[in-house]
């Protein structure tokens, strides 16, 4: 035992601290051993870290594996064991995580439970499964039917949506993770998918509301931090998480999720949650991994070395066209990407400015609220972390020099659709990243389980309501409603001045004859090599836009626009559609922005100009009627392949 050293430091990882005899019923004498476990990690600077290392490569896993270990005495063998060496004992290899969802799906059990693939990865062509829990199969089948209507006819759902003519619809929750060194996110979710088939109840704790002494904390926690409370979210964010005793301040002042006494600060609910009556208003689609080629070897990168959360988008990756294809087929209500680590455990929603395409006025109360549900489910149901942040909630900071008063000194913005969980948003879905605070079986056995069942039970008793707001966007793009003076005040500069930078951020087509709206009224991709520089960009635009469940249409004959004829063939992209904001977030211009400072999230996500091939915006509402006369068939994904 003395061989076993803690990382990063030479003291030995087993201690004796008593030892005794036992006698059995046979006479069997046998020495007795009292082992103190140290935690083998730790960090640089020498102390104990309860968390596998957040490391790019997973170098601990050398010394993983399965391990027989003896007893000797001098030179005598006198007992063996067989032990599994791991970070934490719900830590599972890439061949486990395999194992394990072909075991879930296999379970006996009376509830829905299907593995499917999404496809295989871009340089080993692994599989890429996910699993759907769902009470039945056809609860699964109703849903995609629905998305079919609802993206062809949202106001007659909106109709029967107030009707209750599908009060009984089961609506999709999707669970995520694409850094797959952050593995205590892949072996949550799995966790998760087994508290759902294992128990007929489940008890879950949830917190209504702060006690006097909660309310008293909260407000001398946010004086210590400078918060200021965002105008536009005051009405419907309840500060649930925030507060964290002083077990949530390290000794250099950044914040950390430590032990806090919740029944001192909250008002503690016990729920008994029955799993078959949670499924009659949700399902589950789970994936544990998306980059499985980089869980093989615990690197946050997949086989060709770049990273696919800055790649969901762009979609250059199978990781991440299959993903988001799946999204897109699913619409869910939820797309929770869990990652780490961030020790204060951090749950979006993001801070300003976002992406334009946004219809953030639809979306921003079930977004706070979502991402406090999970949180809370989070911290009610373990020992040991019991806070979190959230950015658009509580990085908005008190600021003298600031016309308002406030400032977003350190934005976490949603600007770019280059993460996975900003893509969805622009189809209604809240996409929430969650950072998790360690790598441990808090996090993957109680965290994680729990914090996705409060955000269930929150999409149960708030589901017609987001359909509704799902419904509502999809409106607003199959009618290409102009919707800036609704959306325009959500985008706020620096200060906080709702709506300083709408004509930034959303700015229309005023020209002659022009629609006045931010979104065109189609664009025309040509097919030809007269008016087309890059052939392949474009016919690969083509595949991606449909892929993403855009509605692309082709022209079965020539037609003229601005004094130039594209023949049969061009490709027209109507912004009458449900998914208008996708389609445009890849085609319009994009957005310079050179008036915040410290923005996260820089990266490009425009296609054509990134890809390099001719797209001609059409703003006149006369002239796109006579382009759509030329084309008014759409083409499937399965089409644009050939």
Same mark, same amino acid.
């Given at each position: 035992?003395?061989?076993?050293?803690?990382?990063?430091?030479?003291?030995?990882?087993?201690?004796?601290?008593?030892?005794?005899?036992?006698?059995?019923?046979? %006479?069997?004498?046998?020495?007795?051993?009292?082992?103190?476990?140290?935690?083998?990690?730790?960090?640089?600077?020498?102390?104990?870290?309860?968390?596998?290392?957040?490391?790019?490569?997973?170098?601990?896993?050398?010394?993983?594996?399965?391990?027989?270990?003896?007893?000797?005495? !001098?030179?005598?063998?006198?007992?063996?064991?067989?032990?599994?060496?791991?970070?934490?004992?719900?830590?599972?290899?890439?061949?486990?995580?395999?194992?394990?969802?072909?075991?879930?799906?296999?379970?006996?059990?009376?509830?829905?439970?299907?593995?499917?693939?999404? !496809?295989?990865?871009?340089?080993?062509?692994?599989?890429?499964?996910?699993? $759907?829990?769902?009470?039945?199969?056809?609860?699964?089948?109703?849903?995609?039917?629905?998305?079919?209507?609802?993206?062809?006819?949202?106001?007659?759902?909106?109709?029967?949506?107030?009707?209750?003519?599908?009060?009984?619809?089961?609506?999709?929750?999707?669970?995520?993770?694409?850094?797959?060194?952050?593995?205590?996110?892949?072996?949550?979710?799995?966790?998760?998918?087994?508290?759902?088939?294992?128990?007929?109840?489940?008890?879950?704790?949830?917190?209504?509301?702060?006690?006097?002494?909660?309310?008293?904390?909260?407000?001398?926690?946010?004086?210590?931090?400078?918060?200021?409370?965002?105008?536009?979210?005051?009405?419907?964010?309840?500060?649930?998480?925030?507060?964290?005793?002083?077990?949530?301040?390290?000794?250099?002042?950044?914040?950390?999720?430590?032990?806090?006494?919740?029944?001192?600060?909250?008002?503690?609910?016990? &729920?008994?949650? &029955?799993?078959? /009556?949670?499924?009659?208003?949700?399902?589950?689609?789970?994936? +544990?991994?998306?980059?499985?080629?980089?869980?093989?070897?615990?690197?946050?990168?997949?086989?060709? !070395?770049?990273?696919?959360?800055?790649?969901?988008?762009?979609?250059?990756?199978?990781?991440?066209?299959?993903?988001?294809?799946?999204?897109?087929?699913?619409?869910?209500?939820?797309?929770?990407?869990?990652?780490?680590?961030?020790?204060?455990?951090? $749950?979006?929603?993001?801070?300003? +400015?976002?992406?334009?395409?946004?219809?953030?006025?639809?979306?921003?109360?079930?977004?706070?609220?979502?991402?406090?549900?999970?949180?809370?489910?989070?911290?009610?149901? &373990?020992?040991?972390?019991?806070?979190?942040?959230?950015?658009?909630?509580?990085?908005?900071?008190?600021?003298?020099?600031?016309?308002?008063?406030?400032?977003?000194?350190?934005?976490?913005?949603?600007?770019?659709?280059? #993460?996975?969980?900003?893509?969805?948003?622009?189809?209604?879905?809240?996409?929430?990243?969650?950072?998790?605070?360690?790598?441990?079986?808090?996090?993957?056995?109680?965290?994680?389980?729990?914090?996705?069942?409060?955000?269930?039970?929150?999409?149960?008793? @708030?589901?017609?309501?987001?359909?509704?707001?799902?419904?509502?966007?999809?409106?607003?793009?199959?009618?290409?409603?102009?919707?800036?003076?609704?959306?325009?005040?959500?985008?706020?500069?620096?200060?906080?001045?709702?709506?300083?930078?709408?004509?930034?951020?959303?700015?229309?087509?005023?020209?002659? %004859?022009?629609?006045?709206?931010?979104?065109? /009224?189609? #664009?025309?991709?040509?097919?030809?090599?007269?008016?087309?520089?890059?052939?392949?960009?474009?016919?690969? %635009?083509?595949?991606?836009?449909?892929? @993403?469940?855009?509605?692309?249409?082709?022209?079965?004959?020539?037609?003229?626009?601005?004094?130039?004829?594209?023949?049969?063939?061009?490709?027209?992209?109507?912004?009458?559609?449900?998914?208008?904001?996708?389609?445009?977030?890849?085609?319009?211009?994009?957005?310079?922005? &050179?008036?915040?400072?410290?923005?996260?999230?820089?990266?490009?996500?425009?296609?054509?100009?990134?890809?390099?091939?001719?797209?001609?915006?059409?703003?006149?509402?006369?002239?796109?009627?006579? $382009?759509?006369?030329?084309?008014?068939?759409?083409?499937?994904?399965?089409?644009?392949?050939?």
């Amino acid at each position: 035992m003395t061989q076993w050293k803690q990382d990063q430091q030479p003291q030995p990882m087993f201690t004796v601290t008593e030892m005794g005899i036992s006698v059995d019923e046979t %006479g069997k004498v046998s020495l007795k051993l009292w082992i103190h476990i140290n935690c083998y990690f730790g960090t640089r600077s020498g102390n104990v870290d309860y968390s596998a290392p957040h490391s790019n490569g997973g170098a601990y896993l050398d010394l993983c594996g399965y391990y027989t270990l003896h007893v000797t005495a !001098g030179e005598k063998a006198v007992g063996s064991v067989h032990a599994k060496v791991v970070p934490y004992d719900s830590f599972r290899t890439v061949y486990e995580l395999y194992d394990d969802i072909d075991a879930l799906a296999a379970m006996d059990t009376d509830l829905y439970v299907a593995k499917e693939s999404m !496809g295989h990865t871009t340089v080993d062509g692994y599989d890429m499964p996910y699993l $759907i829990v769902a009470d039945s199969k056809e609860s699964a089948d109703k849903w995609l039917a629905y998305t079919d209507l609802v993206e062809s006819d949202p106001d007659l759902v909106l109709t029967k949506l107030a009707n209750g003519e599908f009060d009984d619809l089961r609506v999709p929750i999707f669970a995520s993770n694409v850094h797959s060194n952050e593995n205590t996110a892949v072996n949550g979710i799995l966790e998760f998918a087994h508290l759902l088939l294992e128990h007929e109840t489940i008890n879950v704790n949830t917190l209504e509301g702060f006690t006097e002494a909660g309310k008293a904390l909260l407000e001398q926690e946010m004086a210590r931090q400078g918060v200021a409370v965002p105008k536009q979210i005051k009405d419907f964010a309840s500060y649930i998480g925030f507060i964290r005793g002083e077990n949530g301040y390290k000794a250099n002042g950044s914040l950390y999720s430590g032990p806090l006494n919740l029944e001192e600060y909250y008002n503690v609910e016990e &729920n008994e949650v &029955n799993v078959k /009556e949670l499924l009659s208003d949700v399902f589950m689609v789970i994936v +544990p991994e998306q980059n499985i080629e980089g869980y093989e070897h615990m690197t946050r990168t997949f086989g060709l !070395g770049y990273d696919p959360n800055r790649d969901e988008a762009n979609q250059t990756s199978f990781e991440d066209s299959n993903a988001m294809a799946l999204v897109n087929k699913f619409n869910p209500m939820v797309f929770t990407e869990i990652h780490g680590r961030v020790e204060a455990m951090l $749950i979006e929603p993001c801070t300003s +400015p976002h992406e334009p395409n946004y219809e953030y006025d639809l979306i921003a109360k079930q977004f706070i609220q979502l991402g406090e549900a999970v949180g809370m489910g989070a911290i009610a149901n &373990n020992p040991g972390h019991n806070s979190f942040e959230m950015p658009y909630r509580d990085f908005l900071r008190i600021d003298d020099s600031s016309p308002s008063g406030v400032a977003w000194t350190e934005p976490w913005d949603d600007m770019t659709t280059a #993460y996975g969980s900003q893509f969805p948003v622009l189809i209604g879905t809240a996409g929430i990243t969650w950072e998790l605070p360690v790598y441990s079986d808090i996090s993957s056995e109680l965290i994680v389980p729990y914090g996705l069942m409060t955000q269930a039970m929150y999409i149960q008793e @708030n589901k017609i309501d987001m359909l509704t707001i799902q419904a509502k966007l999809f409106s607003r793009g199959v009618n290409n409603t102009n919707s800036n003076e609704l959306v325009g005040p959500w985008y706020v500069d620096q200060y906080d001045q709702a709506g300083k930078q709408a004509d930034l951020m959303r700015p229309v087509y005023n020209g002659e %004859g022009q629609n006045g709206n931010f979104y065109p /009224e189609c #664009y025309i991709i040509p097919m030809d090599s007269v008016n087309q520089k890059n052939l392949y960009d474009a016919a690969a %635009g083509m595949k991606y836009l449909t892929r @993403n469940d855009v509605k692309v249409n082709v022209a079965s004959k020539a037609f003229t626009y601005n004094g130039v004829t594209y023949p049969a063939g061009t490709m027209v992209v109507p912004m009458y559609q449900a998914k208008r904001s996708l389609a445009n977030s890849q085609l319009f211009d994009g957005t310079f922005i &050179n008036v915040w400072q410290g923005l996260y999230s820089e990266s490009f996500a425009q296609r054509s100009n990134a890809r390099g091939y001719d797209r001609i915006i059409v703003a006149e509402p006369t002239a796109y009627k006579t $382009i759509m006369d030329a084309c008014p068939e759409t083409i499937s994904y399965s089409e644009a392949l050939t």
